[in-house]
């Protein structure tokens, strides 16, 4: 990333000029391999980079989305930012101060800050506690003398309030998961994740797992509680229409890199990768007259393993095949280049991107799996361990 | 319970562009604490090469539909309380099991959600295509492997003779569903019922085997009925649209009509809550409450305890979507001033007003409403 060299440094911290306010989370060259070994002696044969090499900035009171494709590294970012991972090098900050060097009691401190909201809301509340424990538990580890979470009773009022901010009753406090319905857990997720007062929240696709009806009222709920709040948000999701809607600035990552990163209109309305165009290009749309040639990529993510050489899209674009294959895609790695009006890309070509050009590519794709039956035995799903 | 508009069951002759015709299912589960009417008197049909919709959230029953059909449940604790289901004519649900199991991938196959967990990880993947064609076809094993490679080809999968080799790990999981598309595909069905089979994967191997669907579907002729949560593969794929709610039809017509003209407050609320351009800023439409307790459904309309419009006889009434030709809503609302659809935001006294308007221009009301108009 370093080689690109084309025009600007690919810092966007003093780049991004913040509307709204001051940064709160500066993450810069952030990465994250996790180490395959094999053989009798359980040698280090080689990493698997989740994350390589990431840098952005969360402002205040922001929601800042993330999307990509299963395995592209957006879940161990979060998590790698929330120190529930160790990083492998390069460095996060939250209000100035240094996540990754926090030790002992002044990471406990941070931890109190900086809460997660899971995908799973089955999985991620324990099925033995009654609900006022799973909220209360976080409440009794961070209990000091500068509150009174020890005692019980303080503890249960609190417990009782977030249920009732969540938009459930306070009774609920003293019935299990399993008696609640999926958006319910998900408030129940909330309310865990609130009840520190956190002022950065990591939502890692908190809505994926419900229906659409369900996932509406949970999509209110959290921009309904970073007004009240003030919170601020790093948005991970798949879904690229939730996306749209929640996000202010959204980052787009393929194989741990972030490939392109806009205001969110602006990313939606002239995107300047061309795995963006594909990626906005494959959402079905539920108005039929819209129905369009999508530009459908071709094969599957390569193994994070082992990412292609120069761009590491290359051997999915659709936008090198229309300008006949030129060499540098394959030979160089394109740096995250400032475009301006805060869109940032990382690709080589990204001026010539234009619709002309998208629906020439459209309507020339061939439907067959290019993918080669030998070099890619090793599936991204299984490489990655995505906890 | 159910009132009035239910059609006869019909005895007149099948409609020759008709494959499927369910009609009046009704599949119950016996469990400890009672039962689940899963699917609840369940009318659609499919024709030849069209494609069908079956829309609905989780626990609805468009799963247990398409179980139903293939008949894979369990009997007991399933009882397929009434209705028939007819494949060209014959009604599947009294065939013998032996010649289900004949049917059974010869003319209807099935594609599940989960690609992983419905290929067997210990055979490779060219043996469980070769497996089903050797059984239907009745063809000796070279032919098989050769058919299957054929069928992965036409999935568009590179390299088929050798991936028929590997075993499904050692795929991704659009490859895997490509595979399950193949082996469904493999002995050349009439029917191909799809069960969620983009779910689990990215939006862009979505598009991917959406695509692939589309495209095999012209080549072949394979009717199918696709079923999903998603009203956006909905719009892109298919003619007809079915609309489920709580084990019921709700609503059902073509995907135009539908998907822009709902007529059914539940259709309405669901496409009202997908988040979409230039509702930045904007609540997103909630649908109020959640799915009803299958043990315990509300009279009258099953969606009435979330329905915004809700009147009199939502709460004592069971509408039931009648049969017949042209678009039609499981909704009193709907029924008493046909051709009235809904708008964004519909106020109690604009539903009055549209059922005074029905009535002056002598559309049949029904009792419980002329008595309250009369009051007004």
């Known amino acids: 990333m370093t080689q690109g060299g084309t025009t600007q440094p690919m810092e966007p911290s003093t780049a991004a000029p913040t509307s709204s306010g001051e940064p709160l989370v500066v993450v810069q060259d952030l990465v994250k391999y996790y180490p395959i070994f094999s053989g009798l002696f359980k040698r280090h044969i080689g990493d698997v980079r989740a994350v390589d090499g990431v840098s952005f900035v969360i402002n205040k009171g922001e929601v800042f989305g993330l999307v990509g494709e299963s395995g592209c590294g957006k879940s161990t970012l979060g998590r790698t930012l929330l120190r529930l991972l160790p990083q492998t090098s390069g460095s996060a900050t939250i209000s100035g101060e240094d996540i990754f060097a926090k030790r002992g009691k002044d990471l406990k401190q941070l931890r109190r800050r900086m809460q997660i909201i899971f995908q799973d809301p089955v999985g991620s509340l324990n099925p033995r506690m009654p609900v006022s424990d799973i909220i209360g538990e976080g409440l009794l580890a961070q209990a000091d003398g500068t509150n009174q979470w020890k005692n019980r009773k303080t503890r249960d009022e609190r417990v009782g309030e977030y249920l009732e901010v969540v938009g459930l009753r306070r009774d609920y406090a003293r019935r299990y998961p399993h008696e609640f319905s999926g958006g319910q857990r998900q408030r129940i997720g909330i309310a865990r994740a609130l009840a520190l007062s956190p002022d950065f929240v990591v939502c890692d696709e908190p809505v994926s797992a419900l229906d659409v009806s369900i996932q509406s009222q949970i999509l209110n709920l959290l921009l309904d509680l970073r007004r009240e709040f003030g919170l601020t948000y790093l948005f991970i999701a798949h879904n690229l229409s939730v996306v749209q809607y929640i996000s202010d600035r959204v980052g787009v990552m393929y194989l741990g890199k972030i490939a392109e990163m806009a205001p969110v209109e602006r990313l939606y309305a002239d995107p300047r990768h061309p795995y963006t165009v594909a990626l906005l290009s494959a959402i079905p749309d539920a108005d039929p007259r819209r129905r369009k040639r999508r530009l459908v990529l071709k094969g599957d993510v390569p193994s994070p393993a082992n990412p292609p050489s120069g761009c590491r899209f290359h051997t999915r674009c659709w936008l090198r095949t229309q300008l006949g294959d030129p060499e540098i895609c394959s030979t160089e790695e394109p740096a995250l280049r400032d475009l301006g009006g805060e869109q940032f890309t990382a690709c080589h070509f990204a001026e010539r991107i234009n619709p002309e050009l998208i629906k020439v590519a459209a309507a020339g794709q061939s439907l067959v799996d290019t993918s080669d039956a030998s070099d890619d035995a090793e599936p991204v799903s299984a490489a990655a361990p995505s906890a | ?376």
């Open chain 2, 1 to 376: 319970m159910t009132v009035t508009l239910d059609r006869p069951a019909s005895d007149a002759p099948p409609r020759a562009d008709i494959l499927l015709d369910v009609q009046d299912l009704r599949t119950y589960f016996h469990v400890m604490d009672g039962t689940v009417k899963a699917v609840d008197g369940v009318s659609f049909s499919v024709r030849r090469g069209e494609t069908l919709g079956v829309v609905g959230e989780s626990g609805c029953g468009k799963s247990v539909t398409a179980l139903t059909i293939m008949r894979l449940l369990d009997i007991p604790p399933a009882e397929i309380a009434s209705g028939r289901i007819l494949l060209e004519g014959k009604d599947i649900l009294r065939l013998p099991e032996e010649q289900m199991r004949h049917l059974r991938g010869n003319e209807i196959a099935m594609i599940f959600q989960e690609p992983m967990s419905s290929l067997n990880p210990v055979f490779t993947v060219g043996n469980q295509i070769s497996e089903a064609v050797e059984l239907h076809l009745k063809v000796k094993h070279k032919e098989a492997v050769e058919r299957s490679i054929e069928a992965l080809r036409l999935v568009g999968i590179a390299y088929p003779e050798r991936r028929i080799k590997q075993y499904p790990h050692e795929l991704s999981g659009g490859q895997r569903q490509r595979v399950m598309i193949a082996m469904a595909l493999s002995c050349e069905p009439k029917l191909l019922i799809a069960d969620e089979p983009t779910t689990a994967l990215d939006v862009t191997i979505q598009a991917q085997i959406l695509e692939l669907i589309r495209s095999i579907q012209q080549k072949t002729g394979t009717a199918l009925m696709l079923i999903t949560h998603d009203l956006g593969v909905v719009a892109e794929m298919v003619n007809d649209v079915v609309v489920m709610y709580a084990g019921r039809v709700v609503e059902h017509g073509t995907v135009d009509e539908v998907l822009l003209q709902p007529k059914h407050p539940y259709t309405e609320g669901l496409l009202a809550s997908i988040p979409s351009k230039g509702m930045r800023g904007q609540r997103l439409n909630v649908i109020k409450g959640a799915v009803p307790n299958p043990f315990n459904m509300p009279k009258g309309c099953n969606f009435s305890p979330r329905c915004p419009y809700q009147f009199e006889p939502c709460l004592d009434l069971d509408p039931h979507v009648d049969e017949g030709g042209g678009p039609a809503a499981a909704c009193w609302l709907w029924k008493q001033a046909p051709g009235y659809s809904i708008p964004a935001r519909l106020h109690e006294a604009q539903v009055r007003a549209a059922l005074r308007a029905a009535e002056a221009s002598q559309v049949e009301v029904s009792p419980v409403l002329a008595v309250e108009a009369a009051e007004e």
